[in-house]
């Protein structure tokens, strides 16, 4: 079957930096997306990766290890705001998408 | 005004009740999605469609049926609404090639009771 796992809450310090990891088993990959949704909101699109490496994008940078069916979102210099539901999602062989349950992430200051 | 506009924004109805979910999209996508969201699972797929002439099942179908009207509007149906169906219901739409991220309407919160 096809299984994406992210932890399902972690807890940073405003000004710090935190790593949100997502491991996946799926039959086939066409990238890896990382949405936020803030509580009772829709998700937003953050980053997609489809090759090997770090991609850079202000704040937030988003990995990813085909080989190794793993991914994560790094958030730099937290802010409040930024406490939300950090989703991954895998594009499977036939182009769907495959979703994770989401990481709530809280901010304290 | 939004993009993805999905009405009603909250809606509370009895068991058995026939139920309406809209979404309208204005980005000129041609693929377009209904998800149904519970705590502490992912974004489960009910339907989607790739173009007016195209709909298509999900994971979770069952009880739910689909209309798309037009290119801009994709409709959700409850037949015969049940307590499970309780949930946050997004629409989303995405562009026509096959890596596109998608956009998210606002979300319908549906009880049912």
């Known amino acids: 079957g096809q299984n994406i796992d992210q932890p399902t809450e972690m807890t940073a310090t405003e000004g710090a930096i935190v790593q949100i990891n997502c491991t996946y088993q799926t039959s086939g990959f066409n990238g890896l997306f990382w949405y936020q949704q803030h509580a009772g909101e829709a998700p937003t699109f953050l980053s997609y990766n489809v090759l090997d490496g770090l991609e850079e994008k202000g704040r937030f940078s988003s990995f990813l290890s085909r080989s190794k069916g793993y991914s994560y979102l790094l958030l730099k210099e937290l802010q409040m705001k930024d406490s939300a539901s950090y989703l991954c999602a895998v594009l499977d062989s036939n182009y769907q998408l495959i979703w994770g349950a989401g990481t709530k992430l809280i901010i304290k200051p | 005004d939004a993009d993805v506009t999905q009405t009603p924004r909250n809606r509370i109805t009895k068991t058995g009740k026939r139920i309406m979910l809209e979404c309208s999209q204005t980005?000129?996508?041609?693929?377009m999605y209904w998800y149904r969201q519970d705590p502490g699972l992912g974004l489960r797929l009910i339907y989607y469609?790739?173009?007016?002439?195209?709909?298509n099942k999900g994971e979770i179908s069952d009880g739910y049926s689909v209309s798309r009207q037009a290119q801009a509007k994709f409709s959700l149906s409850l037949e015969s609404a049940i307590p499970n169906q309780t949930a946050l219901y997004f629409c989303a739409t995405s562009g026509s090639r096959d890596v596109q991220p998608q956009h998210f309407g606002d979300g319908t919160r549906l009880s049912i009771l």
């Open positions: 469609s790739f173009d007016v002439k195209d709909i």
């Open positions: 980005k000129g996508h041609d693929r």
